[in-house]
T-cell receptor, first 113, second 112 residues
Framework: EAQVTQNPRYLITVTGKKLTVTCSQN?????MSWYRQDPGLGLRQIYY???????DKGDVPEGYKVSRKEKRNFPLILESPSPNQTSLYFC????????????FGPGTRLTVT | DQQVKQNSPSLSVQEGRISILNCDYT??????FLWYKKYPAEGPTFLIS?????DKNEDGRFTVFLNKSAKHLSLHIVPSQPGDSAVYFC???????????FGQGTRLTINP
């Protein structure tokens, strides 16, 4: 089954404790991205990757890092989480940059206290 | 700067009637518009798209209309069914950058 998976689905952590949210897709998609969803703000792009070893900032990259060492995986790293990073996070992939249909993971609800 | 706006946070419609979800945009450089549907505890799923050179696209019960002069698009669902209750996001794809810009979402509730 074609899918995007994220782990963990729920996470409660404390300020400053480094964490990683994993994302994996099995569709051999080139393009992957991370979004956060906040009330009244919709989905905002954090980082994106056009292919292995190619990443770039989205609209709200501060406080986040990503890496793309393999085509299928695109982890999101919070080196020192803060309460304003409490949000619902989605990983997404699409076949290539020119595609418009995106496939989303199920989401990770992160709470930073 | 919110380039894609969904001004109605919520909409309630009776089962069997038409649901109309609206979206406005400010950037003329969008070449595609898309609608995504999101159920609780799930990621958004692609619903329907329209090219900026078209004014209508239909897929079963779902029709998207694009009015370029007004920079407005709408999603019509006819007839509405209880399973249509979800949050709907509209998005525009920026020509060249290929980036998707999402609206804030509209929560649609279909009442029996």
């Amino acid at each position: 089954e074609a899918q995007v998976t994220q782990n963990p689905r729920y996470l409660i952590t404390v300020t400053g404790k480094k964490l990683t949210v994993t994302c994996s897709q099995n569709m051999n998609h080139e393009y992957m991205s991370w979004y956060r969803q906040d009330p009244g703000l919709g989905l905002r792009q954090i980082y994106y990757s056009m292919n292995v070893e190619v990443t770039d900032k989205g609209d709200v990259p501060e406080g986040y890092k990503v890496s793309r060492k393999e085509k299928r995986n695109f982890p999101l790293i919070l080196e020192s989480p803060s309460p304003n990073q409490t949000s619902l996070y989605f990983c997404a992939s699409r076949l290539e940059l020119g595609s418009y249909e995106q496939y989303f993971g199920p989401g990770t609800r992160l709470t930073v206290t | 700067d919110q380039q894609v706006k969904q001004n109605s946070p919520s909409l309630s419609v009776q089962e069997g009637r038409i649901s109309i979800l609206n979206c406005d945009y400010t950037n003329s450089m969008f070449d595609y518009f898309l609608w995504y549907k999101k159920y609780p505890a799930e990621g958004p799923t692609f619903l329907i798209s329209i090219s900026s050179i078209k004014d209508k696209n239909e897929d079963g019960r779902f029709t998207v209309f694009l009015n370029k002069s007004a920079k407005h698009l709408s999603l019509h669902i006819v007839p509405s069914q209880p399973g249509d209750s979800a949050v709907y996001f509209c998005a525009g794809r920026l020509q060249g950058a290929q980036k998707l810009v999402f609206g804030q979402g509209t929560r649609l509730t279909i009442n029996p």
